[in-house]
C-alpha cells in the first residue's frame, strides 16, 4: 500500500491546480500498464514518476550495490547512443531522467516540455528496454559508488543510521546497505547488471504517476511505446516481514569528534493500518511538526541542547519505524536524551491537547 500512496502523493504535488481540485484518472495500455494521471493544460509540461516494486533488498547475497550501480546506468548510453550521445540528447531537447534505487522500489522520473515529450518518451524507452551497459561506464559508475561509500563509511550520521538498522533489521534484506561493501561493488560483472534489469523491471510490478499536459489517449499510447515490450512478469525474491526485537537496547558507537548524533526508533504503522493518520497527527505534534512540535521545544528552545529534534514515520513494505533524530554537544547528550524521553512519555500517557491536534490537522 504504501508503494501504491507514494505515487499518488507526487501525482498531485506536480499538478498545477489546488488540491480540492485535483482529478486523478487512471490509465490503462493495451500491454497491461497502469497509470495514474492528473491531466493538466494550464502548462506546457509533462512530468512522469514510475517505479519498480522491489529494491536494494533485492540484491543478492553478496552482490550489495547492484540495484544501485544498475540504475545508474541506465541513463549512460541506450540503443544506439553512447554515453555521451544521450546525454546530450537529453541536454539538447531539455528533458530531465533519473533513475535510483531504494528500499521496496526502483524508480524513475522523466519531466519534460509538452512539445518534445514524444522526444522525451523515445529516450526513456530506450533507457528502460535497451540499456547498452557498456563495459566503460560500468567501470567508471563502479568507481564513482566506490568513492561514495567511502565518504559515506566516514560519515557519523550513516554510521549511527546503520548500526541501529542493523540492530533492528538483524537478518532480513533491509539491513542490506544501499552502496553495498568494497567487496561486492568490486565483484559485480556486467551480467551480473543486465540480468538484475531483465528480471526485476517488468510490467506487473511497475507503477506509473503522470502529471501535466497530456491526455488520456496520448498517454495510453506513451505507455504502451515506453513498457510495453518490458517482460510481462519480474522474478523477485519472496521477503519476509520485519521480526521486531523484543527487548530494548543502546548501542553507542564511540568516535573523535564535538558532537554527538543521537537515534532513536521503535515499530511504526504500516501506510495501510487504520490508525494512519492518527499516527501522522501524532507524529507531527510529538516531532515531526518542526518549530511548533513538543520535542522541539523542550529540548531546542527551552533549554538548548540541539539545533533540532525530529521524528518521522517510514511505512516500508515488509516493516516500519517510528524514527527520531538529533545532534547535540557531546557533555549534553544524556541531558537531551533524558527530556526528550520525557517528552515522549508524557505525550503518551497524557496524548495531544485538542488545539494541538487541530493546528495539525490545518497544516
Not at 484518472?25 to 514510475?50: C, I, R, Y
Not at 544506439?80 to 522520473?109: C, I, K, T
Not at 523491471?201 to 501535466?212: C, E, F, T
Not at 516500519?320 to 517528552?343: C, H
Request: aromatic share 8%; proline share 4%; net charge negative.
Amino acid at each position: 500500500m504504501k508503494f501504491i500512496v507514494r505515487a499518488l502523493f507526487i501525482v498531485c504535488l506536480l499538478a498545477a491546480m489546488p488540491a480540492h481540485a485535483v482529478e486523478v484518472k487512471e490509465v490503462k495500455s493495451h500491454s497491461g500498464v497502469t497509470a495514474w494521471l492528473v491531466e493538466d493544460h494550464h502548462l506546457p509540461l509533462v512530468a512522469m514518476q514510475f517505479a519498480w516494486r522491489g529494491g536494494i533488498e533485492e540484491d543478492p547475497n553478496g552482490k550489495e550495490g547492484l540495484a544501485e550501480l544498475t540504475m545508474d546506468l541506465l541513463t549512460e548510453g541506450a540503443d544506439g547512443m553512447n554515453a555521451n550521445a544521450f546525454q546530450q540528447q537529453l541536454a539538447d531537447n531539455s528533458v530531465f531522467m533519473r533513475f535510483s534505487a531504494g528500499r521496496d522500489q526502483l524508480e524513475g522520473s522523466i519531466k519534460s516540455l509538452s512539445k518534445d515529450k514524444d522526444i522525451a518518451f523515445n529516450l526513456l524507452r530506450a533507457a528502460v528496454t535497451k540499456p547498452r551497459f557498456d563495459r566503460d561506464e560500468v567501470e567508471r559508475l563502479r568507481g564513482q559508488q566506490l568513492a561514495q561509500l567511502r565518504v559515506q563509511l566516514g560519515n557519523p550520521q550513516w554510521q549511527a543510521r546503520y548500526a541501529l538498522f542493523q540492530k533492528i533489521f538483524g537478518d532480513h534484506p533491509y539491513s542490506k546497505r544501499r552502496l553495498g561493501t568494497e567487496q561486492t561493488i568490486t565483484g559485480l560483472t556486467r551480467a551480473d547488471i543486465k540480468n538484475f534489469a531483465q528480471t526485476h523491471m517488468a510490467r506487473d510490478n511497475l507503477i506509473v504517476a503522470v502529471a501535466g499536459d497530456i491526455s488520456p489517449k496520448e498517454l495510453s499510447a506513451a505507455l504502451d511505446h515506453v513498457f510495453g515490450i518490458l517482460p510481462r512478469n519480474a522474478k523477485l525474491a519472496q521477503i519476509g516481514e520485519v521480526v521486531w526485537p523484543q527487548n530494548t537496547a543502546t548501542i553507542l558507537l564511540p568516535r573523535e569528534g564535538t558532537q554527538t548524533e543521537l537515534l532513536f526508533a521503535m515499530p511504526g504503522p504500516k501506510r495501510d493500518d487504520p490508525d494512519w493518520y492518527a499516527a501522522e497527527i501524532a507524529d507531527y505534534i510529538l516531532g515531526g511538526g518542526g518549530f511548533s512540535s513538543r520535542l522541539m521545544q523542550d529540548v531546542r528552545d527551552k533549554k538548548g541542547l540541539t539545533y533540532g529534534i525530529d521524528t518521522g514515520l517510514s511505512p516500508m513494505e515488509h516493516g516500519a519505524v517510528f524514527m527520531g533524530e538529533a545532534a547535540t554537544d557531546n557533555p549534553k547528550t544524556a541531558q537531551a536524551w533524558d527530556i526528550a524521553m520525557d517528552t515522549m512519555h508524557r505525550f503518551y500517557q497524557d496524548g495531544a491537547t485538542e488545539k494541538e491536534i487541530q493546528s495539525a490537522k490545518d497544516y
